[in-house]
């Protein structure tokens, strides 16, 4: 039954009991009416939607004149139809609505729903054809008291302004717990309408719905990479990674830095061709012997017959691996030349590695790197490979910090802790230690007493604060089996030195010898005759110097400001700087040997009670911790410097000067790096004579001397036959007596003696024999001797 009131139209009967619960709600659309009335006298007026009190979810719609109005909330197509008019502002109504106590009323007065208070004629609609805000239902209106209109909106039934669908409303306008979230976004989609099958949706329930009708709009979802792509883009990553781009860096500015050196590395050596020839002999024997007989390391074939004479010098024997790569004379210079290149490499990469653990910048790294690896004074020590493979040092350093969470700018961070790096640290110290105790025996005691303050400084913080500093099992069984290791590498290469000393007690070092070779404090400043920018101009500085090779310590004038820069402004913390500036001030004292008060409180305590320190007769190449340590102070004022920049250039509106600003920053590196720049000569390696490749061991090459025995050494390498020649850092006596017996070769004395020793061969070098004894004698008849004479190429072969 309809109500009869004109102007609502006609309401279908309410459904009571089940067939309220099997019947959609409805929803009256806010602002259905888009258009004005069909008819030109009249006008649309406001109208007001509300949940409908009926259980069916029906609710009137007032026009503006009665018998033109239209029912907005009749069910079937028309209904559809008045939501599509309504626009998407429409909102669904749930069933759960009905059920509330609106039913109850509707039921009572006889299943309608009608309101009296008509809008008045002269009303019209705002030009969005949306309900005007204070728009508000009569007092006497029929409509449930549940169903609350928003005060500031004029929605009805807590729907929201914008049109989202509002489920059970709250008193305030707010949505109900229970909303549905389907009809959330706005759509023009109402509960209630017919699904795709015919049948209406019990409860209010949203339809299900299929793909979404803008899924064919949307991108194609990115297909999956194959694993080609994946290892692609990993080899890109690796590519532009940090220390990828270091280590490269690093090899192309060593290769930069010592041209000529690769330009015919089979046949030139860098600075000299004595003691690059016997280094590189030093890296032939050990690869070829360990491949061998690894049992006769230490025994090698010169010097014979002595023994132990592998350990009469520093063995470079970290470089064994590269040893067992090819044989000759001629691969063993391309073999000493490219480790000559990699050392350099090395050197750089691990002061960087340094400098960034301690909490240097890129740039800052960089100086430190090529200050420590390019300083000048280190362009004397061009022919002293073991001085130069001293990367091991700093790359050591950092990884120990790493691996135990330490850095000088940001201290002990216990959550960085990682024992696999220590592990590296050591592993790498112990392999810097088996190059030669040259430079590795001062490495060795700083660790030690880097160890010893560190557990000093470790237990007293605990006694000062009551608690355990994090440091962990795992950590503490790295150090002590690293540290087992290392010290076992150390006994191991000490056991054949001392030895050597216990058969040539002349061998050990004297005090005096130290004081030959002690520099004054004007070697800090003067420069070797090989740097490119200082050389010429230290020229009358070197000559007032005893002996200049080991005594020219300029570590650069660049890397002078640029400490004395970090001294004031800088990354690291005051007190660290000072410490900083300690230890340079010590390491210079100490490399000053018997200068410095004649060595009374620093060289000469080290000298008589340290192990093996007695072995050292160059004080001057601790000039490398001196170095390292004015390099990581430069590393700090250059980051400080970066730093700056860039927040100078992050504040600058606009920052046209941010990339010359930047560019700037490079200036100190550009400045160290053409500092180090060098005339190091890189003469022809003598060549090997044709009596060497095929003659019988033991043999003795004549003439002999301290520095032609090292191209003898070098010759060796063709079969490691047994040689009495040899050159080291010192002259066994019975080499002494050799080289005086043979003055008079060939004799029946010499023939005897040598026949004494076990020589079966006697190489006699036609080209070096101007001016000797052999000038005369080497074409003098043999028979009357007992032994052979044969001419082979430009040398004369005698056997014995």
Excluded at 78 to 97: D, Y
Excluded at 210 to 223: D, L, M, Q, V
Excluded at 753 to 765: A, H, M, P, S
């Amino acid at each position: 039954m309809t109500s009869g009131q004109p102007g609502t139209g006609n309401a279908r009967p309410t459904p009571t009991g089940a067939d309220a619960e099997s019947r959609p709600a409805t929803t009256a659309v806010a602002g259905a009416l888009t258009q004005p009335a069909r008819t030109s006298d009249t006008s649309p007026a406001e109208t007001t939607a509300g949940q409908s009190p009926a259980g069916d979810g029906g609710a009137t719609g007032v026009a503006p004149n009665g018998d033109r109005g239209a029912d907005l909330a009749t069910s079937g197509p028309a209904r559809n139809n008045a939501a599509r008019r309504g626009g998407k502002k429409g909102t669904a109504a749930k069933q759960g609505t009905a059920k509330q106590g609106t039913a109850k009323q509707a039921a009572a007065e006889g299943g309608t729903a009608t309101s009296d208070s008509a809008p008045p004629k002269d009303s019209a609609p705002p030009k969005d054809s949306t309900p005007a805000k204070d728009s508000t239902p009569a007092k006497d209106s029929d409509v449930s008291k549940d169903s609350d209109v928003s005060k500031d909106s004029g929605t009805v039934d807590g729907a929201a302004k914008d049109g989202t669908p509002a489920g059970d409303a709250t008193k305030d306008g707010e949505p109900a717990k229970d909303a549905k979230a389907g009809d959330a976004d706005g759509k023009d989609k109402a509960d209630g309408t017919d699904t795709a099958d015919g049948k209406d949706k019990a409860d209010g329930e949203a339809k299900p719905v299929g793909p979404e009708r803008w899924e064919a709009f949307a991108s194609a979802p990115e297909p999956r990479p194959s694993i080609f792509t994946r290892a692609g883009r990993a080899v890109g990553r690796f590519l532009i990674h940090e220390w990828t781009l270091a280590t490269l860096g690093a090899l192309a500015l060593a290769v930069l830095m010592t041209w000529p050196t690769l330009r015919y590395p089979r046949y030139t050596l860098p600075q000299d061709y004595w003691d690059p020839s016997l280094q590189s002999w030093q890296m032939a024997w050990s690869g070829h012997i360990l491949l061998a007989d690894p049992a006769r390391l230490w025994q090698s074939n010169t010097f014979f017959p002595e023994l132990w004479s592998f350990a009469f010098s520093d063995t470079l024997l970290g470089y064994a691996p590269a040893g067992m790569l090819g044989s000759g004379p001629e691969d063993a210079v391309l073999r000493y030349n490219i480790m000559f290149v990699l050392a350099h490499a090395l050197a750089t990469l691990g002061a960087y590695a340094l400098a960034r653990q301690l909490g240097a910048g890129r740039i800052g790294a960089a100086v430190a790197g090529v200050g420590y690896t390019y300083a000048p004074w280190l362009l004397a020590q061009a022919g002293h490979l073991h001085v130069l493979s001293n990367g091991g040092i700093p790359l050591a350093l950092a990884m120990l910090a790493r691996g135990h969470g330490w850095s000088l700018r940001h201290g002990y961070r216990p959550d960085r802790r990682h024992d696999g790096w220590v592990y590296a640290g050591w592993l790498v110290a112990a392999w810097q230690l088996s190059l030669g105790f040259g430079i590795g025996l001062p490495f060795a005691y700083f660790l030690a007493g880097a160890v010893l303050v560190a557990a000093l400084l470790f237990f007293a913080r605990r006694l000062r604060t009551g608690q355990a500093v994090p440091f962990g099992r795992r950590l503490f069984t790295a150090d002590v089996l690293g540290g087992v290791l290392f010290a076992g590498v150390g006994l191991l290469m000490a056991f054949p030195f001392f030895k050597v000393t216990e058969l040539h007690p002349y061998a050990e070092r004297t005090i005096g010898d130290v004081s030959l070779f002690s520099p004054p404090a004007s070697g800090f400043v003067t420069a070797p005759a090989e740097s490119r920018i200082w050389g010429g101009l230290h020229e009358g500085a070197r000559a007032a110097l005893p002996w200049h090779p080991e005594m020219t310590l300029l570590p650069g004038f660049v890397l002078y400001a640029l400490a004395a820069g970090g001294l004031l402004f800088s990354v690291w913390r005051l007190r660290h700087r000072l410490l900083l500036l300690a230890g340079v001030l010590v390491t210079m004292a100490f490399a000053m040997g018997t200068r410095f008060f004649d060595g009374t409180f620093t060289y000469v305590p080290l000298f008589e009670h340290l192990p093996g320190w007695s072995g050292l007769r160059t004080p001057g190449r601790l000039m490398l911790w001196t170095t390292l340590l004015l390099a990581l102070l430069a590393a700090g004022a250059v980051t400080a410097l970066t730093d700056r920049v860039r927040e100078l250039t992050a504040q600058r509106i606009p920052s046209w000067p941010g990339p010359w600003l930047r560019m700037a920053t490079l200036l100190p590196l550009l400045l160290v790096t053409v500092e180090g720049l060098n005339t190091t000569p890189h003469p022809v390696v003598p060549t090997q004579p044709a009596a060497m490749r095929s003659a019988e061991g033991p043999l003795l090459v004549l003439p002999s001397s301290q520095s032609l025995d090292q191209h003898v050494m070098l010759w060796s390498t063709s079969g490691f036959p047994d040689v009495v020649n040899g050159g080291s850092g010192f002259t066994p006596s019975q080499l002494d007596d050799v080289r005086r017996v043979s003055q008079s070769f060939p004799d029946q004395t010499s023939v005897d003696y040598l026949r004494t020793l076990g020589v079966r061969t006697v190489v006699l070098l036609r080209g070096q024999v101007v001016g000797t004894p052999w000038e005369i004698n080497i074409d003098a008849p043999v028979e009357s001797l007992g032994i052979s004479r044969q001419e082979v190429g430009e040398a004369v072969v005698y056997r014995l």
